[in-house]
Every structure is written in C-alpha cells, then in structure tokens.
Nanobody, 117 residues
Framework: QVQLVESGGGLVQAGGSLRLSCAAS????????MGWYRQAPGSQRELVAAIMNGGRTSYADSVKGRFTISRDNAKNTLYLQMDSLKPEDTATYYCSGSWPNHEHDYWGQGTQVTVSS
C-alpha cells in the first residue's frame, strides 16, 4: 500500500499563488506517473497536471502557463505550483500515483483550495 498525503491548500485571493505538496510513502523515482486532480462541488473530478516517470508533463488547458507540476525524488514529494489563481480554480485537489506491480492507482485525501474574487 502506498500512502499519499497532500498539504498546502488554503484560502487565497485571485491573482495569488499556492504550492501544493504530496508526500508519498513509496519511492516516487520508480513511479509510472503521478498527477494532480481537482473536483469542485457538483462537478466531475478532472486531471489538472501529470508527470511521467521520464519527466514529461502535461496540463489541462485551463491551467497551462499558470500551474507547474514537479517532483523531488529525494523527498518522495510531488508539487503543484499554482500562480495567477482564479476563483474558478476553487476545488478540492487530489494527488494520485501509479507504481509498477501495483494493481491500482493510489489517491490522497485531498486538500481544499479556495480562491476569492
């Protein structure tokens, strides 16, 4: 079992920044992929950003140029730097990861991000 623990959420004004962290109990150097998802009330969970084992990243169109996904292998931690935040970024943000030889993906408990206008 892999545990993922998110932190860094909070309340911020529009235009501000937050950095989310996701600490993994498993070595993230070996992961297949990790990503950040978000879910707003009444909406489906959506992929915000992902990073592959080789370092390739991808972003939802709505966050391109504003959010940056990164990882620190030494700390087994995934990050999401969020800049120029908008009220529509308000959601619960979840970290997810997949590892070789594990039957399913793993999810964190989520961290709330609220952007006020």
């Amino acid at each position: 079992q892999v545990q993922l623990v998110e932190s860094g959420g909070g309340l911020v004004q529009a235009g501000g920044s937050l950095r989310l962290s996701c600490a993994a109990s498993e070595n993230i150097f070996t992961m297949n992929a990790m990503g950040w998802y978000r879910q707003a009330p009444g909406s489906q969970r959506e992929l915000v950003a992902a990073i592959m084992n080789g370092g390739r990243t991808s972003y939802a169109d709505s966050v391109k140029g504003r959010f940056t996904i990164s990882r620190d292998n030494a700390k087994n931690t995934l990050y999401l730097q969020m800049d120029s935040l908008k009220p529509e970024d308000t959601a619960t943000y979840y970290c997810s990861g997949s590892w070789p030889n594990h039957e399913h993906d793993y999810w964190g408990q989520g961290t709330q991000v609220t952007v006020s206008s």
